[in-house]
């Protein structure tokens, strides 16, 4: 039976359109819902992994950076204030997480949404021994913007490649066993 080059063009493109989902797979695959336990329950995953990379934000020194700056590591996104009271709260937990997993294939970018009190941020640090995260400010809160946050603080993990894997609005103990689980299954082996 001969296949005519339409056939093979509308194959061609059910491919293309599934292979999204293909490569998305495995990074999804070892973000069971059943590491979603205790003060990670509130954890919710993308239903499909979006891609992020084009995400810009700026360090300490107003230097610009963009999330495709991290590529090839498991990010924790997280977006934060000081006048904000339950991101006051996480931020130490964040700190202790970082240094838990080191900082070779994952790091936790805290955005901080200060803008008249971004003087007080790195003040903020040094009070609180903060020593494991760096600085970084969403300068018009474009990132937020852009990922629909709502909430302070929320924290969005995003996969090697880029994509976001899932996210969680409030906060939540990050040094805990079920957090450290979740990183350590959305930082790939090897």
Known sequence: MAHSRTDFLIGRRLLLAAAPAFFAAPALAKLSPD??????????????PRK??????????????????????????NFWA?????CVKEMPSLDKLQAELGKDKFVVLPLSLDGPSK??????YADR????LGIYFDKAKKVMGA?????LPTSVLV??????LGR?????????????ALMKAAIPSG
């Not at 992020?52 to 996104?77: I, N, R, S």
């Not at 000081?82 to 339950?86: K, N």
């Not at 021994?129 to 494991?132: A, S």
């Open 147 to 151: 990922l629909d946050i709502s909430v």
């Open 129 to 132: 021994k903060l020593t494991n």
């Open 119 to 124: 003087p007080k941020v790195a003040p903020f």
């Open 168 to 180: 969680l609005e409030g906060e939540a103990e990050w040094d805990k066993p079920e957090a450290l």
């Open 35 to 48: 590491l979603l336990t205790g003060n990670l329950a509130r954890f919710t995953l993308a239903k499909e």
């Open 52 to 77: 992020l990379l084009e995400l810009a934000f700026t360090d300490a020194d107003d230097k610009p950076l963009q999330l495709a700056d991290y590529k090839g590591k498991t990010v924790l996104l």
């Open 159 to 164: 996969d090697p490649d880029g994509r976001e």
């Open 82 to 86: 000081t006048w904000c009271a339950p």
